[in-house]
């Protein structure tokens, strides 16, 4: 059945790519293995994707969600899984007899409610629980999701930092063992027999060195009511779990990205030459430009000289043929021959 639900970049649905899905799945594919044979409550399951991925290795799962449209898609989506089933109901009130699930998971949910309705969900989660329980939480750390990055996420009531979610869950789930989760890109060495630890470096091509623990843009939180619970439970859990999907899709999109980035840059070189030669054209236009105006000014300045010639010899003309002329040129030419005389 087709996504009916609209995707608002808040809640995650699948076959969206991107560091949502990454993020998304994760925490449930690292919780299968506090779920593997348990009653497991998937609180705010939204879509269920996740309640189906915990069912494959659960007893039973019951996802709760708020919305009952999306409960409905859940429940259409995933019919045929015998042991999810999904009802709609807030977190603050479960639909689920006390001691009734072995482990709770909520994940991206605490941050959606107010103060007062964290504590009363986290009650419910201690309610539902039977001895021995789990609880495995998942919050945005306030300070890199929001106050670092200046961003304020309209779906978010009320973040918590890393004292704040402490200090909420100290009550119920005093035990707990801390995750820090955040998007990395490295590379990977497995060995072909699962043995030995793991280990963590950065550096670069002049030193190596082993990776500080980095800030949590989410904390992810396995927590128990009881100290021998939580010890249980993590006795076999990893140090650090890393995940990729199945298709590489964000490495895909890096390297779309990578081509599109190269793409451009190739038609901004392009771009570059051409206005280059614009350029060099347009300023040899320009040099011919001003030579013709030069040529132009020239010209000008020699047509008005020869105007004012033309204007002289059509004065003398015109004086000549006046009658003035013809009285004083028996005068000129008598001064002319005395001239002459004086002059021999």
Known sequence: MPDATPFTGERYLPGVPGEIAYEHVHRYAFARRFAKGRRVLDAACGEGYGSALLAEVAASVVGVDIDAATVGEARQRYATRANVSFETAPVTSLPCADASVDLVVSFETVEHVGADDQQRMLAEFARV??????????????????????YRNPFHVHELDREELASLLREKFPFQRWYRQRRYLGSALWAESATGGCETLTGDASSARATALPEATYFVVVAAASEAALAVAIEAAPSLSFYADATDSEWARVDREAREVLRLDSLLIARERELADARRQADA?????????????????????????????????????????????????IRRAWNRIRSA
């Open 285 to 333: 236009h320009a040099a011919q430009l001003a030579q013709h105006e030069l040529r132009v000014v020239e010209l000008a300045a020699e047509r008005e000289r020869q105007q004012g010639a033309l204007a002289a010899q059509e004065r003398i003309i015109a004086y000549r043929q006046s009658v003035r002329w013809w009285l004083a040129l028996p005068w000129l030419r």
């Open 129 to 150: 629980l039977a001895p021995g329980g789990l609880l495995v939480l998942s919050s945005p750390n306030r300070v890199e999701y929001s106050e670092r990055t200046g």
